[in-house]
C-alpha cells in the first residue's frame, strides 16, 4: 500500500514492501531495493551513512549533510482513528487532495463501512467509509473539490441513545 | 597555576558561554558556580558547574537580568568574582558597581568605561576628539541654520537620517550633492511622518560595508593591547552568523592600523579586561563604530590565532595581573573560522524554530563551543543560538575547508537548524573569495534556499523514513532498524 510522506511539507507518494531480503521501494513507476543496517542506507545499491530519529510518525533524517522532517501519513490509520473518536463524528481530511467521487447527501441513512466518498491525493485513491451506521448530517465537499489536510469532508449526525 | 585571589567564581549566563566559563574557571583550580533557570534543567553548563543557583523570574531572560538576585547567588556561593559572559548584565555599569559594593571582583572594565562606550553618542564624540577616524557626519539638532552647509561637507556618498528614526525608515543615500537640499526637505517630511519629528542626521554612507573589530585586553596597571581583529560581515537581521580572523579584505598596513587605532581608543579610555573596538570598513577606509564593554561570541577565533586563553587572561587581569604580553608578541598563527550554529530556518527567512533535541553528535577534532545536549527542548524562551564551531588552518582555504567537513559530521535531529545554510555559504564562490559585506546575505537570498528536492533524494529520504517507522509499527518484536541507525554512532 501507498502512503503519504510530508518531505518538509513537500508531498510524496510512495509504499514499503518487504521482499525476499530486505524491503523495496515504491515510488512513482520506480521500484527500488532499500535497506537499513548499522547506520547505513542503502538504495539500489548505493550505501550511504545516515542517522534517523523518531518522534511519533515524523522521521528526522540526516542525509547529505542536513536534516529533514519526513513525516508519515497512513491514510487507513488516520481514517479510522477519526472514525473511533467517537466524541467527533466529523471526517477529517488524512492528507490533502482532492474529492473524485460523492456517494452520499444530506439526510441520508448509510450503513458501517459504506463508502461515502473517494478522495484522491497524489494518484492514491482512498476511498472514506462510513466509521458507524448513521445518518450524514452534512457533505462538507463537492466533486473535483480541492480540500487540505485536516479538512473537513462529511458530518455524521450525532448517535442517539438506544 | 597562578594564584588567585578568589576561590569561587559565579558565572552570571548560560548555554554555551557559560559552559565555556567554567571550563577555564576549573581548569585554573578555581570553583565554579553558576545561575540557571529551570527553562535550562539538564543544560551542560549546571552539570559542569561545583555550585549551581537557581533564580527565577517573570520570564527566564528576566531571571538572568535581576542583578540583585544574581549578587545574592554569589554570596552564597562564596564567589569572590562574578564573570558576566555576554548579553545579560554584561554591559551594565549598575551591575558592575553593585557587584563591586557587595565586595566581589567584577570581571570585566570598570563601570565609567561601559558607561562611556554604552551611550554611542558620546563614545563616538569620545573617539573623535581624540583624533580617531569616525565616519564624517552632522547633526541638525546642533545648528539648524547651518545644517545644510554641514551636510555638505560630510561629503558623498551620504547618508539622511532622522534623528528619531530606526529600522531603517526615511533614511535616503545622496550621491549628488546638486540634489543634498531637496532630499533633506524630503527627508524631513518622512521623518515628520513616520517619526512626527522631523529633525535629521546625516553621515557618510559606507558602500557594500564591512563589519571588522579588534579585541582589546587592559589591565589595572595601564597597559592595553590588542589581539588583532576579526571580520564579521556575514550577518542577517544584523546578527553575525560567521566570524574569521585574519579579515580577508585587509592589507597587513591596513590590518596594522585599525588594530593599533582600536588599542590607542582603549587606551584613552583607560579601558580594563577585554572588550571590543568595532569599525565600519569600505573602499579602503575603516570608521569607528561601537566599542562593546565584553567578552564577544566570537572570542574564540581570536584564541585560535593567539594560542591564549581569553577567559583565563580576563580572570588574572580581574585578580590585579600585570599582562605579561608585549604587543609584539601576539601571535596570529594561521586563519580561524567560528560558524554560529542557531535553530531557525534560513529558508524561511531565518525564523527561529524550536524542538526537542532527540539526537546530538558533535564534530569532532574541533573546538565546539555548545550549550545544549541530547534531550534538550529549545524553546524561544532564549537566543537561539545552540552552539559554535570553530576551526583553524594555515590558510583560510584549508580552515573554510575544515569548516565543512565539521558541519557535514554534525548531526542535530529533532530541531531545524542553519547547519546545511552554513555550509552553502562556506562553499559559496563569493565567501571563498572572501568577498562579502553586511549586505551579501540580503542581496543573495539563493544561498538561504533550500536546494530542490530531487527524485533520488526524496527515495533515499523516504526509505531513512519509511525503514525506521515502519518495523516499529509492524512488530514490537522485530530488530528496530531505528535503533541500528542512531546507535550506530551514538555509541562511537
Same mark, same amino acid.
Not at chain 2, 543615500?173 to 518622512?190: N, T, W
Given at each position: 500500500?501507498?502512503?503519504?510522506?510530508?518531505?518538509?511539507? =513537500?508531498?510524496?507518494?510512495?509504499?514499503?514492501?518487504?521482499? #525476499?531480503?530486505?524491503?523495496?521501494?515504491?515510488?512513482?513507476?520506480?521500484?527500488?531495493?532499500?535497506?537499513?543496517?548499522?547506520?547505513?542506507?542503502?538504495?539500489?545499491?548505493? $550505501?550511504?551513512?545516515?542517522?534517523?530519529?523518531?518522534?511519533?510518525?515524523?522521521?528526522?533524517?540526516?542525509?547529505?549533510?542536513?536534516?529533514?522532517?519526513?513525516?508519515?501519513?497512513?491514510?487507513?490509520?488516520?481514517?479510522?482513528?477519526?472514525?473511533?473518536?467517537?466524541? #467527533?463524528?466529523?471526517?477529517?481530511?488524512?492528507?490533502?487532495? $482532492?474529492?473524485?467521487?460523492?456517494?452520499?447527501?444530506?439526510?441520508?441513512?448509510?450503513?458501517?463501512? =459504506?463508502?461515502?466518498?473517494?478522495?484522491? $491525493?497524489?494518484?492514491?485513491?482512498?476511498?472514506?467509509?462510513?466509521?458507524?451506521?448513521?445518518?450524514? #448530517?452534512?457533505?462538507?465537499?463537492?466533486?473535483?473539490?480541492?480540500?487540505?489536510?485536516?479538512?473537513?469532508?462529511?458530518?455524521?449526525?450525532?448517535?442517539?441513545?438506544? | 597555576?597562578?594564584?588567585? /585571589? %578568589?576561590?569561587?567564581?559565579?558565572?552570571?549566563?548560560?548555554?554555551?558561554?557559560?559552559?565555556?566559563?567554567?571550563?577555564?574557571?576549573?581548569?585554573?583550580?578555581?570553583?565554579?558556580?553558576?545561575?540557571?533557570?529551570?527553562?535550562?534543567?539538564?543544560? /551542560?553548563?549546571? +552539570?559542569?558547574?561545583?555550585?549551581?543557583?537557581?533564580?527565577?523570574?517573570?520570564?527566564?531572560?528576566?531571571? %538572568?537580568?535581576?542583578?540583585?538576585?544574581?549578587?545574592?547567588?554569589?554570596?552564597?556561593?562564596?564567589?569572590?568574582?562574578?564573570?558576566?559572559?555576554?548579553?545579560?548584565?554584561?554591559?551594565? +555599569?549598575? %551591575?558592575?558597581?553593585?557587584?563591586?559594593?557587595?565586595?566581589?571582583?567584577?570581571?570585566?572594565?570598570?563601570?565609567?568605561?561601559?558607561?562611556?562606550?554604552?551611550?554611542?553618542?558620546?563614545?563616538?564624540?569620545?573617539?573623535?576628539?581624540?583624533?580617531?577616524?569616525?565616519?564624517?557626519?552632522?547633526?541638525?539638532?546642533?545648528?539648524?541654520?547651518?545644517?545644510? *552647509?554641514?551636510?555638505?561637507?560630510?561629503?558623498?556618498?551620504?547618508?539622511?537620517?532622522?534623528?528619531?528614526?530606526?529600522?531603517?525608515?526615511?533614511?535616503?543615500?545622496?550621491?549628488?550633492?546638486?540634489?543634498? *537640499?531637496?532630499?533633506?526637505?524630503?527627508?524631513?517630511? *518622512?521623518?515628520?511622518?513616520?517619526?512626527?519629528?522631523?529633525?535629521?542626521?546625516?553621515?557618510?554612507?559606507?558602500?557594500?560595508?564591512?563589519?571588522?573589530?579588534?579585541?582589546?585586553?587592559?589591565?589595572?596597571?595601564?597597559?592595553?593591547?590588542?589581539?588583532?581583529?576579526?571580520? @564579521?560581515?556575514?550577518?542577517?537581521?544584523?546578527?553575525?552568523?560567521?566570524?574569521?580572523?585574519?579579515?580577508?579584505?585587509?592589507?597587513?598596513?591596513?590590518?596594522?592600523?585599525? @588594530?593599533?587605532?582600536?588599542?590607542?581608543?582603549?587606551?584613552?579610555?583607560?579601558?580594563?579586561?577585554?572588550?571590543?573596538?568595532?569599525?565600519?570598513?569600505?573602499?579602503?577606509?575603516?570608521?569607528?563604530?561601537?566599542?562593546?564593554?565584553?567578552?564577544?561570541? *566570537?572570542?574564540?577565533?581570536?584564541?585560535?590565532?593567539?594560542?591564549?586563553?581569553?577567559?583565563?587572561?580576563?580572570?588574572?587581569?580581574?585578580?590585579?595581573?600585570?599582562?605579561?604580553?608585549?604587543?609584539?608578541?601576539?601571535?596570529?598563527?594561521?586563519?580561524?573560522?567560528?560558524?554560529?550554529?542557531?535553530?531557525?530556518?534560513?529558508?524561511?527567512?531565518?525564523?527561529?524554530?524550536?524542538?526537542?533535541?532527540?539526537?546530538?553528535?558533535?564534530?569532532?577534532?574541533?573546538?565546539?563551543?555548545?550549550?545544549?545536549?541530547?534531550?534538550?527542548?529549545?524553546?524561544?524562551? %532564549?537566543?537561539?543560538?545552540?552552539?559554535?564551531?570553530?576551526?583553524?588552518?594555515?590558510?583560510? +582555504?584549508?580552515?573554510?575547508?575544515?569548516?565543512?567537513?565539521?558541519?557535514?559530521?554534525?548531526?542535530?535531529?529533532? @530541531?531545524?537548524?542553519?547547519?546545511?545554510?552554513?555550509?552553502?555559504?562556506?562553499?559559496?564562490?563569493?565567501?571563498?573569495?572572501?568577498?562579502?559585506?553586511?549586505?551579501?546575505?540580503?542581496?543573495?537570498?539563493?544561498?538561504?534556499?533550500?536546494?530542490?528536492?530531487?527524485?533520488?533524494?526524496?527515495?533515499?529520504?523516504?526509505?531513512?523514513?519509511?525503514?525506521?517507522?515502519?518495523?516499529?509499527?509492524?512488530?514490537?518484536?522485530?530488530?528496530?532498524?531505528?535503533?541500528?541507525?542512531?546507535?550506530?554512532?551514538?555509541?562511537?
Amino acid at each position: 500500500m501507498r502512503h503519504l510522506f510530508l518531505i518538509d511539507e =513537500q508531498e510524496v507518494e510512495a509504499g514499503l514492501l518487504p521482499a #525476499d531480503t530486505g524491503y523495496r521501494l515504491l515510488l512513482g513507476d520506480a521500484d527500488i531495493p532499500v535497506a537499513l543496517a548499522d547506520g547505513r542506507l542503502t538504495v539500489a545499491g548505493r $550505501s550511504e551513512p545516515v542517522a534517523v530519529a523518531l518522534e511519533g510518525d515524523v522521521a528526522h533524517v540526516h542525509l547529505d549533510g542536513r536534516a529533514w522532517r519526513v513525516e508519515f501519513v497512513d491514510a487507513v490509520e488516520r481514517y479510522a482513528h477519526t472514525g473511533h473518536a467517537g466524541a #467527533d463524528d466529523v471526517i477529517i481530511a488524512p492528507m490533502p487532495g $482532492s474529492v473524485v467521487a460523492v456517494n452520499v447527501a444530506a439526510g441520508d441513512s448509510v450503513a458501517a463501512g =459504506q463508502v461515502l466518498l473517494v478522495i484522491e $491525493s497524489m494518484k492514491l485513491e482512498t476511498a472514506i467509509k462510513a466509521p458507524r451506521a448513521g445518518t450524514i #448530517d452534512m457533505v462538507h465537499v463537492a466533486a473535483a473539490a480541492t480540500f487540505n489536510k485536516g479538512a473537513p469532508l462529511v458530518a455524521l449526525a450525532p448517535a442517539t441513545e438506544g | 597555576m597562578p594564584h588567585f /585571589p %578568589f576561590d569561587t567564581v559565579l558565572v552570571a549566563n548560560r548555554g554555551e558561554i557559560a559552559a565555556r566559563i567554567l571550563r577555564t574557571v576549573k581548569r585554573l583550580g578555581l570553583k565554579g558556580a553558576v545561575v540557571y533557570h529551570v527553562a535550562d534543567k539538564g543544560a /551542560p553548563a549546571i +552539570a559542569l558547574a561545583d555550585i549551581a543557583i537557581e533564580i527565577t523570574g517573570k520570564t527566564p531572560v528576566a531571571a %538572568f537580568l535581576d542583578g540583585e538576585q544574581i549578587i545574592a547567588a554569589a554570596l552564597k556561593a562564596g564567589a569572590g568574582a562574578v564573570h558576566p559572559g555576554y548579553g545579560f548584565l554584561s554591559e551594565n +555599569a549598575g %551591575f558592575a558597581r553593585a557587584v563591586a559594593a557587595a565586595g566581589i571582583r567584577f570581571v570585566g572594565p570598570e563601570p565609567a568605561a561601559i558607561e562611556l562606550m554604552g551611550d554611542k553618542v558620546r563614545a563616538r564624540k569620545f573617539v573623535a576628539d581624540r583624533g580617531f577616524p569616525v565616519a564624517p557626519s552632522a547633526i541638525e539638532d546642533d545648528d539648524p541654520a547651518s545644517f545644510v *552647509e554641514r551636510a555638505r561637507l560630510v561629503g558623498t556618498p551620504l547618508l539622511i537620517k532622522p534623528s528619531a528614526g530606526g529600522g531603517g525608515k526615511g533614511m535616503r543615500i545622496v550621491r549628488d550633492l546638486g540634489v543634498l *537640499e531637496e532630499e533633506i526637505i524630503r527627508a524631513r517630511s *518622512e521623518g515628520q511622518r513616520y517619526f512626527g519629528d522631523g529633525r535629521l542626521y546625516v553621515e557618510r554612507f559606507v558602500e557594500n560595508p564591512r563589519h571588522i573589530e579588534v579585541q582589546v585586553m587592559g589591565d589595572a596597571h595601564g597597559t592595553v593591547i590588542h589581539l588583532h581583529e576579526r571580520e @564579521c560581515s556575514v550577518q542577517r537581521r544584523f546578527q553575525k552568523i560567521v566570524e574569521e580572523t585574519p579579515s580577508p579584505a585587509l592589507t597587513a598596513q591596513q590590518r596594522k592600523q585599525i @588594530c593599533e587605532t582600536a588599542a590607542g581608543i582603549a587606551r584613552a579610555a583607560n579601558y580594563r579586561n577585554a572588550g571590543t573596538v568595532e569599525f565600519i570598513y569600505g573602499a579602503g577606509e575603516f570608521f569607528f563604530l561601537e566599542m562593546n564593554t565584553r567578552l564577544q561570541v *566570537e572570542h574564540p577565533v581570536t584564541e585560535m590565532i593567539t594560542g591564549l586563553d581569553l577567559v583565563e587572561v580576563q580572570l588574572r587581569v580581574a585578580a590585579g595581573e600585570k599582562l605579561d604580553l608585549a604587543q609584539d608578541a601576539v601571535p596570529s598563527a594561521g586563519h580561524a573560522i567560528e560558524l554560529r550554529l542557531y535553530a531557525e530556518s534560513p529558508a524561511r527567512g531565518f525564523v527561529p524554530t524550536t524542538g526537542k533535541v532527540l539526537a546530538l553528535r558533535l564534530p569532532q577534532g574541533v573546538r565546539v563551543d555548545s550549550g545544549i545536549t541530547q534531550g534538550q527542548s529549545i524553546t524561544t524562551a %532564549f537566543d537561539p543560538m545552540l552552539a559554535k564551531v570553530i576551526v583553524h588552518g594555515a590558510t583560510r +582555504a584549508e580552515a573554510i575547508a575544515k569548516g565543512r567537513a565539521a558541519l557535514r559530521d554534525l548531526v542535530l535531529l529533532g @530541531c531545524e537548524t542553519n547547519a546545511a545554510f552554513l555550509d552553502r555559504l562556506l562553499a559559496d564562490d563569493a565567501f571563498a573569495k572572501g568577498e562579502v559585506h553586511t549586505g551579501t546575505l540580503d542581496a543573495r537570498p539563493d544561498i538561504a534556499a533550500e536546494p530542490a528536492l530531487t527524485d533520488d533524494l526524496k527515495a533515499r529520504l523516504i526509505a531513512a523514513a519509511a525503514l525506521s517507522l515502519r518495523p516499529v509499527k509492524d512488530s514490537a518484536d522485530r530488530i528496530q532498524p531505528v535503533h541500528a541507525a542512531i546507535g550506530g554512532w551514538r555509541s562511537a
